[in-house]
């Protein structure tokens, strides 16, 4: 046994060299138990000043957008609906992780938020202790556990959203968009296809969706009479030139400030399985979503939202899944690439005419002219029905996509 593990540590220095091995030896020998004696001790200190004080540390994963967004905005809903206790809450949001930092002076009108790399360096244990933080995970997170995300909105619906764009920001943003030919009495849609250039993980590949497959309904909406304006980061595919199309990602006017200025002005979102797509939400203003994945995950925050899923093909039985499999097993809560490979299975993008037919039904339902009939509403219960506490979407008041679960009826089966 001795032979064998030595062997082991000695073929794994080889591989990744000595200095790799070192680090790691140093790191669990001296920086763990450094770090847990350390949390002990601002523990110690802490917490009787939290108890004073009644301060909650929100462990929200700030370097993630779209958790930013949502778990703040159900933290302070939660508190507005009289769901929680009342608390003092402090933020850490060190600037060199958070996701968008002119998103936090949004959030800086309800919550405290501190932002020094080191200050929230020496407080980190407080917003990871169970007696010292509020957890916010729950709320868009679960993976087999109930998410309480879709609950809270539910109830939060016919109230104002929480953030509202600033008058500076309102103006400053329509001022740029003018200098790239945008009239100021015009509309516009802002359109997100994630990639993996920006946070490039292979377990989350899955998720990503190609532009190009949007591209017809970026042209039903240029014919509607809207602008388009591609949002997201610099490393993704350009997209090709057309008429009231602005690629905005490759433009030098992209900045923190204006990414929350157009996601939180434009008349709607059109995005994908990302969390860009919540920022809209907190700002009031819906979003249709595509190549939604995992199936859990397929309906927005917004109760006038439209979400589609991709489907899931079976390599081994040449077919795709139902949704009622995947729910009903866990599928339907796959959260990384890697249990789609070893099941089988493989994760299939939406067809450029269904991402067309629910950006469509989007424009009617904003301009008031959707139509559904019982056999729609018989669908989207049926589709809804299919889900239990562990689904994230569970409880949504979103849709899926009209003319999609008309198409994959047979899927509800």
């Known amino acids: 046994m001795a032979i064998d593990f030595t062997y082991a540590i000695l073929k794994k220095m080889r591989a ?3 200095l790799w091995f070192s680090r790691r030896v140093l790191y669990k020998i001296v920086v763990i138990p450094f770090y847990f004696m350390y949390s002990a001790l601002v523990f110690t200190l802490g917490y009787p000043v939290c108890r004073l004080f009644n301060l909650k540390f929100l462990n929200v994963t700030v370097r993630a957008i779209g958790h930013l967004c949502i778990d703040v905005d159900c933290y302070l809903k939660e508190g507005i609906l009289g769901l929680r206790p009342d608390y003092n809450t402090i933020l850490l949001a060190s ?63 016919g109230e104002p959203p929480l953030l ?15 200098e790239v030919g945008v009239s100021r009495d015009a509309w516009f849609v802002c359109v997100h296809a994630r990639e993996d250039g920006h946070a490039p993980d292979e377990s989350q590949v899955y998720r990503n969706s190609d532009i190009r497959d949007y591209i017809p309904a970026i042209r039903s909406i240029v014919d509607r009479g809207g602008w388009v304006i591609r949002v997201g980061d610099p490393t993704m595919r350009p997209l090709p030139e057309m008429e009231h199309v602005i690629d905005y990602v490759h433009l030098p006017i992209r900045s923190d400030w204006m990414d929350i200025f157009l996601a939180a002005s434009c008349r709607f979102f059109f995005g994908c399985a990302s969390g860009l797509c919540c920022v809209p939400h907190v700002f009031g203003k819906p979003s249709v979503t595509v190549n939604n994945a995992p199936l859990s995950c397929v309906l927005p925050f917004g109760p006038n939202d439209i979400g589609i899923p991709k489907l899931v093909w079976s390599t081994r039985e040449a077919r795709y899944l139902s949704f009622r499999e995947m729910f009903s097993t866990p599928v339907g ?30 424009l009617d339902r904003v301009e008031g002219k959707a139509v559904y009939t019982e056999y729609d509403e018989e669908l989207q219960k049926r589709f809804k ?12 008041s979103s849709r899926i996509g009209r003319d999609f679960i008309r198409k994959y009826s047979s899927f509800l089966d």
């Open 16 to 18: 990744r060299g000595f």
């Open 333 to 362: 809560n796959y959260r990384y690439g890697e249990a789609f490979h070893r099941a089988g299975l493989r994760v299939v993008d939406n067809m450029p005419e269904d991402i067309k037919e629910a950006v469509t039904e989007m």
């Open 95 to 157: 600037t060199k992780n958070v996701a968008n930092a002119h998103l936090l002076n949004y959030w800086g009108r309800y919550l405290k938020i501190i932002r020094s790399p080191f200050i929230c360096a020496l407080l980190r244990p407080l917003s990871e202790n169970r007696h010292t933080r509020y957890h916010v995970y729950r709320y868009s997170s679960g993976i087999d556990i109930k998410a309480d995300a879709h609950a809270i909105q539910g109830k939060y619906i």
């Open 164 to 178: 509202t764009v600033t008058k500076d920001d309102h103006e400053r943003g329509w001022a740029l968009l003018q």
């Open 385 to 396: 029905s299919l889900m239990n506490s562990t689904h994230t979407s569970y409880g949504a």
